[in-house]
């Protein structure tokens, strides 16, 4: 199995950056893809970014395309997001994902996710 912990979540003022970080332990080596989905209050978790364990193929939902930025590093098992000119649409709980065979959008397609940090942009 495979344990994703999640750390970096906090308050920022609209405009500014934040960078959260998920530590992948565990059969590290099955995984294909991560990915970082966020939820709303009553809205529907929604993918944000997705990179290869192994590679350097990204995707990124249109609304963050330019803003933000997922990485990775396969030495330290970690998968970083980078959040910069944060708006307060981006105010939600983030999830990191871990995929055995998918790099998608669809998050049925995950199978590990992390407990979850919470963003709040202020306007």
Known sequence: ?????ES????V???GSLR????ASGRTFILYAMAWFRQAPGKEREFVAAIRWSGVRTYYRDSVEGRFT???DTAKKT??????RVKPEDTAVYYCAASTN???DDPTNYDYWGQGSQVTAAS
């Open 79 to 84: 998968v970083y997001l980078q959040m910069n």
């Open 70 to 72: 997922i990485s990775r």
């Open 13 to 15: 003022q609209a405009g």
């Open 1 to 5: 199995q495979v344990q994703l912990v």
């Open 20 to 23: 959260l970080s998920c530590v």
């Open 102 to 104: 998918s790099f998608n």
């Open 8 to 11: 970096g979540g906090g308050l």
